[in-house]
């Protein structure tokens, strides 16, 4: 027995494209995250932030005081060296990071000021707030199961793109 499709999923069969589940499961991750980002990055907005702005305070927040390297912010945020370069720019031009002085722009730490913080403590919680209710039609055993399943698949595209495929 098949599962039941969806309006968008029948839509995208109609066109020829969805014969086959890997196809309609790819569609319906990049349809999902199409509808997702306007509304996140609109409650973000209202807050002055952006999601990558939010991500980067989160990422500094765990390192506590005594911060993290530029290039291990890049890795925890998966951007590139001079996507990091801008975003850190933009936080400390708004106060809520300080880079560490140092001679290597490479080994430069940056940590969270008290500013930062303070956003964050007030952010935070509005915001995981705010995703619950996104997510409120799923059951906790459901949510668990699907960020079990696209950590899983997450994790397999890392190694695939590591081994250049």
């Known amino acids: 027995m098949s599962p039941k499709r969806t309006d968008d999923d029948l839509a995208y069969v109609k066109a020829g494209m969805g014969r086959d589940l890997d196809t309609v499961l790819v569609f319906n991750l990049l349809r999902t995250h199409s509808h997702l980002s306007p509304f996140i990055d609109a409650?973000?907005?209202?807050?002055?932030?952006?999601?990558?702005?939010?991500?980067?305070?989160?990422?500094?927040?765990?390192?506590?005081?005594?911060?993290?390297?530029?290039?291990?912010?890049?890795?925890?945020?998966?951007?590139?060296?001079?996507?990091?370069?801008?975003?850190?720019?933009?936080?400390?031009?708004?106060?809520?990071?300080?880079?560490?002085?140092?001679?290597?722009?490479?080994?430069?730490?940056?940590?969270?000021?008290?500013?930062?913080?303070?956003?964050?403590?007030?952010t935070a919680p509005r915001h995981a707030r705010w995703l619950a209710e996104l997510t409120d039609c799923l059951a906790a055993r459901e949510k668990r199961m699907l960020i079990r399943l696209l950590t899983k698949l997450r994790r397999e595209l890392r190694l695939q793109h590591r081994r250049g495929g």
């Not at 952006?50 to 390192?63: F, G, I, P």
């Not at 850190?88 to 990071?97: A, H, K, N, P, T």
């Open 43 to 122: 409650n973000l907005r209202r807050q002055h932030l952006t999601s990558s702005q939010l991500n980067a305070l989160l990422v500094l927040r765990t390192a506590g005081d005594k911060g993290l390297l530029m290039g291990e912010i890049g890795r925890r945020l998966v951007v590139t060296k001079s996507n990091v370069t801008g975003l850190i720019d933009r936080l400390e031009r708004q106060g809520l990071v300080l880079r560490a002085d140092h001679r290597d722009r490479r080994a430069t730490t940056v940590r969270l000021t008290d500013a930062g913080a303070k956003l964050l403590d007030r």
